[in-house]
Structure formats: structure tokens, C-alpha cells
């Protein structure tokens, strides 16, 4: 049982704290399993936290949250419809402080296409990618990265409707997948090597993660349900590459305008050179996820990182 709580003083000065969790997007359910786990350490130290589950039962969200009696919020909704700018809009028009990226970042880190385009233009690595649509010409998109490819949803999260594919025919039928999720589908050249991820808190890394799992890649189920994802801290990195992979990851979050919090994805080349993927705004904070997992490393209880997390709220008052 965690025993750490705030100073009462403390925990009074942040008022109600409204825990927005769930919405309509595919991540639902993780959303949901995320804000639980939210709640009870915001509640276990000593913060008046309550849920709001948005659009549960059909319900109207800008009805539920201008009807909430709340001081300041913990977004971790994920996906569409919260993680992109939409309800980061709606609580700045509420003067409602909360927790996370502005409408500008949020938005940024859920279109995988302009994040990487953004990231290219200000000279940081990216894998080469090409935009997937009717009228791809696929032995072009081919001839330019090769196989495998990876073929993801622009505007998804947790690996939804992402495959890796090796021939012409998975293409056609990973890019036919996609669209059921997004109008907007990449293809990214494939990155073999290790991969890597780095959360971000207040100004500072947290300790960095390498990822291992049997399945092709880090898809949904090797992220919330298989057991055998090894999470390493031994990340084989020299110290200076520790160094330029953290330093890779706060210029990623930077560019991007991220505040708070959030973790950035990074695969490592056949060349030694790191390749960022994406940046996430609004991690899980589930049992399998790596911002706790990181946190935890530092030192960190759940209790204290959501606090810290509700901290950065200030930041922007």
C-alpha cells in the first residue's frame, strides 16, 4: 500500500480534480483502465480526485464537463477526440487548467504524418516514410523503403491498426486495415534495431527503456497484454549514448511545444543512429505501462508521479 500523501495544505491548493478518462475513440477501454489507476493515486495521496468517464453511455462530453464542478483537470484520455487538441480546447475556453500538451502539441502528437514532417524540417531523425492513399503508386512507395514497411493509422494510438508487411499482397492488405481506422495511412521504412522509450517529466528524462518482444513489433497485445515484453533498464547504451538519446528526446519534445508530460518512442538503426517515431501526449498509466515503470526506476511512486504530473498544471495558470 502507498503511504506517501501530500501535506494537506498542499493537496487543498490544487481543489477538485476532475480525472477525464474514457471518451469515444478505439483507446477507450485503455483510457478507462489508465484514469483508474489515476484516480486512486491521486486519491491515496490525499487529493479530492473524482471521474469523469466522457461520453459514457452516449452521453454529450460538452455537456458532462460544463456541468462538472472541477478546479483543474487530469487528462488521460487517449486517442481521437482527447489526446489531439479537441478537449484541450474546450477546458482553455473553460479556463480550466490541465494537465498534459496544449491544443497546438496534443494535435501534433496525434498526427504521426505532420509530427514527422515537423521533425524533419528541423533537422531531427525520422524514419523515410510515404503517404499511403487511392492513389498511392505502391512500386514507387516499394522502390523507396523496401521492405518490410510499417503501415500505420496517421491518427492512432497503442499500435491500433499498425502491421508490418513484406510483400506486395500485405501491403495492399495492411493499407486496406488501416483506413478502417484513418483516412490518413504511412508507410514508415523499417527500422531494425533496438527500440527504445523515454518519458518526460516537468523538464527532466526519466530513465530510459528498451523494449523486447517476440512479436514483430511493440504492437497492442505485447503493450497490454502478453507477458513475455521484457522491459530493460540495462539498455546496453554507452552512457553517451544515454546522454544523446535523452537529449534527442527533450529537442523532439520541444519542437513539438509538449509541456508536462509525455514519453517519445525512438528505434535505434543498423548504423547506430537514432530514429524518432512518435511522441505520445497522454501515455497509459495502466499496470503494463512504461511511464510508471520509468518513474518507478527513479525512485518515484505512482502517487508521487501523478501528483508531479498535476503539478505542471501550475505551469500554465
Given at each position: 500500500m502507498n503511504e506517501w500523501r501530500l501535506d494537506a495544505s498542499e493537496a487543498a491548493a490544487f481543489g477538485r480534480v476532475a480525472v477525464i478518462m474514457g471518451g469515444?475513440?478505439?483507446?477507450?477501454?485503455?483510457?478507462?483502465?489508465?484514469?483508474?489507476?489515476?484516480?486512486?493515486?491521486?486519491?491515496?495521496a490525499g487529493v479530492d480526485a473524482f471521474a469523469v468517464d466522457l461520453a459514457a453511455d452516449g452521453r454529450d462530453p460538452v455537456a458532462q464537463l460544463l456541468q462538472a464542478d472541477f478546479d483543474r483537470a487530469f487528462l488521460i484520455l487517449h486517442g481521437r477526440g482527447?489526446?489531439?487538441?479537441?478537449?484541450?480546447?474546450?477546458l482553455e475556453m473553460m479556463h480550466k487548467p490541465y494537465t498534459g500538451s496544449g491544443v497546438c502539441a496534443s494535435a501534433l502528437g496525434m498526427d504521426k504524418l505532420r509530427c514527422k514532417l515537423l521533425w524533419q524540417g528541423a533537422g531531427l531523425p525520422t524514419p523515410a516514410f510515404a503517404v499511403l492513399d487511392e492513389g498511392a503508386d505502391l512500386g514507387a512507395v516499394e522502390a523507396r523503403l523496401g521492405y518490410p514497411i510499417m503501415v500505420k493509422p496517421a491518427h492512432e494510438g497503442s499500435s491500433i491498426g499498425m502491421s508490418k508487411v513484406r510483400t506486395r499482397a500485405e501491403l495492399e492488405a495492411a493499407f486496406?486495415?488501416?483506413?478502417?481506422?484513418?483516412?490518413?495511412?504511412?508507410?514508415?521504412q523499417w527500422v531494425d534495431g533496438p527500440e527504445f522509450t523515454v518519458a518526460v517529466l516537468?523538464?527532466?528524462?526519466?530513465?530510459?527503456?528498451?523494449?523486447?518482444t517476440p512479436h514483430d513489433f511493440y504492437d497492442f497485445t505485447a503493450k497490454?497484454?502478453?507477458?513475455?515484453?521484457?522491459?530493460?533498464?540495462?539498455t546496453a547504451l554507452s552512457?553517451?549514448?544515454?546522454?544523446?538519446?535523452q537529449q534527442l528526446v527533450q529537442q523532439?519534445?520541444?519542437?513539438?511545444?509538449?509541456?508536462?508530460?509525455?514519453?517519445?518512442?525512438?528505434?535505434?538503426?543498423?548504423?547506430?543512429?537514432?530514429?524518432?517515431?512518435?511522441?505520445?501526449?497522454?501515455?497509459?498509466?495502466?499496470?503494463h505501462s512504461l511511464v510508471?515503470?520509468?518513474?518507478?526506476?527513479?525512485?518515484?511512486?505512482?502517487?508521487?508521479?501523478?501528483?508531479?504530473?498535476?503539478?505542471?498544471?501550475?505551469?500554465r495558470e
Open positions: 469515444r475513440s478505439a483507446e477507450r477501454e485503455i483510457s478507462l483502465r489508465s484514469g483508474a489507476e489515476v484516480l486512486r493515486g491521486l486519491q491515496a482527447g489526446e489531439d487538441g479537441t478537449i484541450q480546447g474546450l486496406a486495415q488501416a483506413t478502417a481506422y484513418d483516412s490518413s495511412v504511412i508507410a514508415e516537468g523538464h527532466e528524462t526519466l530513465p530510459v527503456i528498451r523494449l523486447e497490454y497484454e502478453a507477458a513475455d515484453t521484457a522491459y530493460h533498464f540495462r552512457p553517451e549514448q544515454t546522454e544523446s538519446l523532439a519534445f520541444k519542437i513539438a511545444g509538449c509541456h508536462g508530460w509525455g514519453r517519445v518512442d525512438v528505434m535505434m538503426d543498423a548504423n547506430g543512429q537514432f530514429q524518432l517515431l512518435e511522441v505520445n501526449t497522454a501515455p497509459g498509466m495502466t499496470d510508471p515503470m520509468a518513474a518507478r526506476e527513479a525512485g518515484i511512486s505512482f502517487s508521487q508521479l501523478v501528483v508531479e504530473i498535476l503539478r505542471t498544471t501550475g505551469e
